[in-house]
């Protein structure tokens, strides 16, 4: 039915061109290059690292190209830019791994990125220890191998887990945890965080993606908020107010809680929209049972998450995700990608190692090949939109109004070209 419209309206067009010149020849409309691209075959995998089995990934089929309507002789089509060309194509957000606290970590992604098919990993995590006061103040030396990393491409973020607290992971009770939260909002730990942005700006990474006091509303860290939620918020302010006084600085401080409710609702230790640049949430595949619509829709889960920081008018991020409880579950991997592909955080790093992991663990081969498979080859590059074209008019040529409806059919207006008796 179609086709057999298009050869009507082509007979016609034909009849009225015609009627204007006495000569007339058929052209085609105006075409398009068509091609069919070639992934690079999968890497083999690496000595010395658990890997998922090879990922096929076929080539895309070429498209049908579409067919031009037919034109009369010596009538031009004058392109007309479609709203797809002049819409801004949607990035992909950045993301990366967990591989290792110190230079082996390092060395990991690049490994990582040839599995994924030389895919541009972007984001570098790391963790600053939290047993001591000088660990936190930026004492380890893998911090050189990170800024390293960082300062080779522009385009990198180097994310840092920063502990509140030293003994972070020491069991201290409740009554102990109030008290030192209150030394923390009397300025009592000032000095070590002056120090850890000072070393951080003498790395030459003063933008740093600063993870301060993660899971703060679990029970696992000294640093949590439950016990006295209203001087965790001071002293977290304390401590953003300290690192952005020392010259030089630009840091990005990132509230990260755990999904959902855990010892007490997350958004009661949010210290404010002036001391936050980013809202982040680690998520697992948690607790057993539960489904990835639950992790969605549940009180303070990825959906609240996503409409908190909307609006406070904050990036969101996912600086630890995984599985967990629900074992090598391949629906969490696939629906965690496209939950993060449709709200574009600005960086998501997965916790690669068992029992979270899809690279160094081998325990989750089918969520390792999603994994594989999603990402292979994926770069964050983000196409630039077209500039919005006004149609021209090719030279010696006078364009005929033919009726939008006809113009609809052709693709674009129509010219009669003046010099058209010089033709052979």
Same mark, same amino acid.
């Given at each position: 039915?179609?086709? +057999?419209?298009?050869? &009507?309206? /082509?007979?016609?067009? !034909?009849?009225? $061109?015609? @009627?204007?010149? =006495?000569?007339? #020849?058929?052209?085609?409309?105006?075409?398009?290059?068509?091609?069919?691209?070639?992934?690079?075959?999968?890497?083999?995998?690496?000595?010395?690292?658990?890997?998922?089995?090879?990922?096929?990934?076929?080539?895309?089929?070429?498209?049908?190209?579409?067919?031009?309507?037919?034109?009369?002789?010596?009538? +031009?089509?004058?392109? &007309?830019? /479609?709203?797809?060309? !002049?819409?801004? $194509?949607? @990035?992909?957000? =950045?993301?990366? #791994?967990?591989?290792?606290?110190?230079?082996?970590?390092?060395?990991?992604?690049?490994?990582?990125?040839?599995?994924?098919?030389?895919?541009?990993?972007?984001?570098?995590?790391?963790?600053?220890?939290?047993?001591?006061?000088?660990?936190?103040?930026?004492?380890?030396?893998?911090?050189?191998?990170?800024?390293?990393?960082?300062?080779?491409?522009?385009?990198?973020?180097?994310?840092?887990?920063?502990?509140?607290?030293?003994?972070?992971?020491?069991?201290?009770?409740?009554?102990?945890?109030?008290?030192?939260?209150?030394?923390?909002?009397?300025?009592?730990?000032?000095?070590?965080?002056?120090?850890?942005?000072?070393?951080?700006?003498?790395?030459?990474?003063?933008?740093?993606?600063?993870?301060?006091?993660?899971?703060?509303?679990?029970?696992?860290?000294?640093?949590?908020?439950?016990?006295?939620?209203?001087?965790?918020?001071?002293?977290?302010?304390?401590?953003?107010?300290?690192?952005?006084?020392?010259?030089?600085?630009?840091?990005?401080?990132?509230?990260?809680?755990?999904?959902?409710?855990?010892?007490?609702?997350?958004?009661?230790?949010?210290?404010?929209?002036?001391?936050?640049?980013?809202?982040?949430?680690?998520?697992?595949?948690?607790?057993?049972?539960?489904?990835?619509?639950?992790?969605?829709s549940e009180p303070y889960g990825l959906k609240q998450h996503v409409e908190f920081a909307k609006a406070h008018g904050k990036d969101i991020s996912y600086p630890e995700w995984g599985l967990?409880?629900?074992?090598?579950?391949?629906?969490?991997?696939?629906?965690?990608?496209?939950?993060?592909?449709?709200?574009?955080?600005?960086?998501?790093?997965?916790?690669?190692?068992?029992?979270?992991?899809?690279?160094?663990?081998?325990?989750?081969?089918?969520?390792?090949?999603?994994?594989?498979?999603?990402?292979?080859?994926?770069?964050?590059?983000?196409?630039?939109?077209?500039?919005?074209?006004?149609?021209?008019?090719?030279?010696?040529?006078?364009?005929?109004?033919?009726?939008?409806?006809?113009?609809?059919?052709?693709?674009?207006?129509?010219?009669?070209?003046?010099?058209?008796?010089?033709?052979?």
């Amino acid at each position: 039915m179609a086709l +057999q419209r298009r050869q &009507t309206t /082509s007979k016609r067009l !034909a009849f009225i $061109a015609t @009627g204007i010149v =006495a000569s007339a #020849a058929l052209a085609v409309g105006p075409g398009y290059a068509w091609g069919a691209g070639q992934d690079p075959e999968p890497p083999a995998a690496l000595p010395g690292l658990p890997t998922a089995a090879p990922v096929p990934v076929p080539s895309p089929a070429a498209p049908t190209p579409p067919v031009g309507p037919l034109a009369p002789s010596g009538v +031009q089509p004058v392109a &007309t830019p /479609s709203p797809a060309d !002049a819409a801004k $194509a949607a @990035g992909k957000p =950045a993301f990366g #791994a967990y591989l290792a606290y110190g230079p082996q970590g390092v060395q990991r992604m690049a490994e990582l990125s040839k599995w994924l098919g030389g895919a541009e990993l972007r984001v570098g995590h790391t963790y600053l220890p939290g047993d001591r006061w000088s660990n936190i103040a930026g004492a380890p030396d893998f911090l050189e191998s990170w800024a390293e990393w960082r300062r080779e491409k522009d385009n990198r973020l180097f994310v840092l887990n920063v502990p509140m607290m030293e003994r972070n992971e020491d069991h201290v009770g409740d009554s102990e945890v109030r008290s030192l939260l209150a030394r923390g909002a009397a300025g009592d730990f000032d000095e070590h965080y002056r120090a850890l942005a000072e070393r951080l700006v003498k790395l030459k990474v003063p933008d740093t993606v600063v993870v301060l006091g993660w899971e703060m509303n679990g029970t696992t860290y000294t640093h949590r908020c439950g016990p006295d939620p209203e001087a965790w918020k001071k002293y977290w302010k304390r401590i953003v107010t300290t690192m952005r006084s020392v010259p030089g600085q630009k840091f990005k401080f990132d509230f990260t809680p755990n999904r959902g409710r855990d010892a007490i609702p997350w958004t009661q230790c949010y210290p404010g929209d002036d001391v936050v640049d980013i809202v982040g949430m680690d998520s697992y595949d948690q607790p057993t049972g539960t489904d990835f619509a639950e992790q969605v829709s549940e009180p303070y889960g990825l959906k609240q998450h996503v409409e908190f920081a909307k609006a406070h008018g904050k990036d969101i991020s996912y600086p630890e995700w995984g599985l967990f409880r629900n074992g090598d579950n391949e629906e969490y991997m696939r629906k965690m990608l496209a939950w993060m592909d449709e709200h574009k955080p600005l960086y998501n790093t997965v916790t690669d190692y068992c029992p979270h992991g899809v690279w160094q663990c081998g325990d989750n081969p089918k969520s390792s090949k999603a994994y594989r498979s999603l990402l292979f080859g994926r770069t964050d590059t983000e196409p630039t939109a077209p500039e919005p074209t006004q149609p021209t008019t090719p030279p010696n040529c006078s364009p005929l109004n033919l009726g939008e409806w006809v113009e609809h059919w052709l693709g674009g207006k129509l010219c009669m070209r003046l010099d058209w008796y010089k033709r052979p």
